[in-house]
């Protein structure tokens, strides 16, 4: 399929853009093209956005009206549940039945449930006495025209995540959907107008780092939600700063999980092996560096390894299927040298570490097992966002919370252990956003998302994530 711009509720052509080819990662096919936008394009959605923020088609409308449309989205998102899988799967190379269909929509439709409940919720709202003869009021108000520039690895969820609270809170957006993955972000618009969402509230631009940067430098942008790499964190955040905009940032990670010689090791290896090799290994939580007790190193080794080898990989819509191909060759060179590197270093690859004899074409790679990695090294400090494990010992709990904490990024973390008190103690100290104990990688609409350090700032999911499109507002009224 060829597909224009969604701009002011409809299909537009491109002014002065391109046209960039989407393949399919499995079979490294086109299956459609997409407008490269260009500064104009994004000029006419942004002014879209401010028309629609401004006159008050959207803001104005009170918090039951904007939830029963974002509801209804929920719905018509629900009913379409399959297209939209099989449209993600094309896409991306996600397994149909066990990420697409099985995880990504269903909790995409929840969110937007979610988000429909605390479009009307009032626990930041009140008024108090705090000055003899005066009566102050605290108002909630949304932040106005919003940019929002969303990754490839979870197209269509993010896209809800960053739509979510933004319309919840009363704001008009701008998405930048990434350019190899931006199908189901342009199904998702022309199905919010069925669920009536007035013209120019939600627009989206398709494109490369043109568009991106455009968006994020127009000066009728009031804030900019990114989801990305840390690098194009910084260049949101020294770029937004010229017009003094309001940043939200979720910049990837690098979890650690901890294995303590009391946990269940059929435990650690079933949720090690899911969170290490769900949607490739691409995902910001994913389980990246597993540290395990000194006493329990050995047979863990043994059986992540036999847990990673035994990992089904295969065509997105082929039964039994648990992972697919990389999201393309760029990224698939970019992992391979991660492993590569690792190796000149004096690593060990135990299992994986190339292209599976299997699957010549397409963008495929191995569940990988790295060990004997220098703490300091690359492929431990640095974030892969691939099928890739590297296993480490540590000697105490001292130790591994150091461990744990000596890295730039801190998004996620997981604890393994049957002992309560040490995993409170560990998960106050530990420098990230989320920590699971004996788990890792399931999230809630409810819970918020969001990390320390190089992980950025800012929250997705929950009534945080709707608070951050809000300004505190102060109504002071004389008495007299």
Not at 149 to 166: D, E, F, R, S
Not at 232 to 237: A, H, I, K, S, Y
Not at 332 to 351: I, S
Not at 375 to 397: M, N, R
Request: charged share 20%; hydrophobic share 40%; net charge negative.
């Amino acid at each position: 399929m060829d597909y224009q711009l969604w701009i002011d509720g409809k299909w537009l052509p491109s002014k002065g853009g391109g046209t960039m080819a989407i393949l399919n990662p499995a079979t490294e096919e086109v299956i459609a093209h997409v407008v490269d936008g260009s500064r104009a394009d994004v000029d006419r959605a942004v002014q879209a956005a401010k028309t629609a923020y401004y006159d008050g088609r959207w803001s104005k409308r009170t918090p039951s009206e904007r939830s029963k449309i974002l509801w209804k989205l929920a719905d018509l998102l629900e009913a379409r549940m399959a297209d939209f899988a099989r449209a993600e799967s094309e896409n991306t190379g996600k397994p149909y039945n066990f990420v697409s269909l099985g995880a990504d929509l269903p909790f995409a439709v929840d969110n937007l449930r979610f988000f429909a409940s605390a479009a009307r919720d009032v626990h930041g709202s009140h008024a108090g006495e705090y000055l003899a003869g005066y009566t102050s009021i605290f108002r909630r108000e949304p932040v106005g025209v919003v940019g929002q520039i969303t990754p490839w690895n979870y197209p269509l969820m993010m896209a809800v995540w960053k739509i979510g609270p933004a319309l919840a809170a009363g704001c008009t957006a701008v998405l930048k959907p990434a350019p190899t993955t931006p199908i189901t972000s342009l199904m998702l618009a022309e199905l919010s107008k069925e669920a009536g969402l007035p013209d120019g509230v939600f627009n989206i631009v398709t494109g490369g780092n043109e568009s991106g940067q455009a968006l994020v430098e127009h000066p009728d942008v009031r804030m900019v939600s990114l989801t990305g790499s840390p690098r194009t964190g910084m260049r949101v955040m020294e770029t937004a700063a010229k017009t003094l905009k309001r940043v939200h940032l979720e910049l990837g990670g690098k979890a650690p999980l901890l294995v303590f010689d009391d946990a269940d090791a059929d435990l650690v290896v079933s949720k090690v092996t899911l969170a290490a090799t769900f949607n490739t290994g691409q995902d910001c939580t994913a389980a990246t560096r597993v540290y395990v007790d000194q006493g329990r190193f050995k047979p863990l080794q043994e059986a992540l390894v036999e847990g990673m080898r035994a990992v089904q990989i295969g065509e997105p819509f082929a039964d039994g299927v648990a992972m697919g191909p990389l999201i393309s060759a760029v990224q698939r060179e970019r992992v391979q040298g991660f492993v590569d590197r690792a190796k000149a270093g004096g690593a060990r690859v135990l299992t994986g570490g190339g292209v599976p004899k299997a699957h010549p074409r397409g963008f495929y790679f191995e569940p990988t097992v790295v060990v004997g990695a220098d703490q300091k090294s690359e492929i431990i400090q640095s974030e892969v966002f691939g099928p890739v494990l590297t296993i480490s010992p540590f000697q105490d709990a001292e130790e591994a919370l150091s461990l744990a904490n000596d890295i730039a990024y801190g998004l996620s973390a997981s604890i393994f252990t049957k002992d309560i008190g040490r995993a409170m103690k560990l998960s106050a100290n530990i420098e990230a956003g989320t920590v699971w104990v004996n788990d890792h990688i399931p999230m809630t609409s409810e819970t918020p998302h969001g990390g320390f350090k190089h992980s950025g700032f800012g929250k997705d999911l929950s009534t945080e994530a709707v608070g951050d499109y809000q300004i505190t507002k102060h109504v002071m009224v004389s008495h007299a």
